[in-house]
């Protein structure tokens, strides 16, 4: 049983910045494959970013590519990171960091099978 720890939400005005934080414990980290979801009120969840077990490959919804977000992890800390820049107010919701085997699909939140309990990232106009 894995458990994930999120951190690093708060407020931030449009075009800043905000690192969030993934602490995973009681599993063996490097065998996951990580993601970040979020979840905006009144919509369902949605993929943001993955990363594989080695952090050779990373995977991004087009909303956050281009670099705004960047995922990374450090294996010896048991932690993955989502660096997000020029934070729009659509990118408001409750980030969940996400845990899997498997790589096939990494967009498809019901492959994951540990989940933190979210952290809330509200951007201001």
């Known amino acids: 049983q894995v458990q994930l720890a999120e951190s690093g939400g708060g407020l931030v005005q449009i075009g800043g910045s905000l690192r969030l934080s993934c602490a995973a414990s009681g599993g063996t980290f490097s065998s996951y494959v990580m993601g970040w979801f979020r979840q905006a009120p009144g919509k369902e969840r949605e993929f943001v970013a993955a990363i594989t077990w080695n952090g050779d490959n990373t995977y991004y919804a087009d909303s956050v590519k281009g670099r705004r977000f960047t995922i990374s992890r450090d294996d010896a800390k048991s932690s993955v990171f989502l660096q997000m820049n020029s934070l729009k107010p659509e990118d408001t919701a409750v980030y969940y960091c996400?845990?899997?085997?498997?790589?096939?699909?990494?967009?498809?939140?019901?492959?994951?099978?540990?989940w933190g309990q979210g952290a809330q990232v509200t951007v201001s106009s």
């Open positions: 996400a845990a899997r085997r498997t790589l096939r699909f990494p967009d498809r939140g019901e492959e994951y099978l540990y």
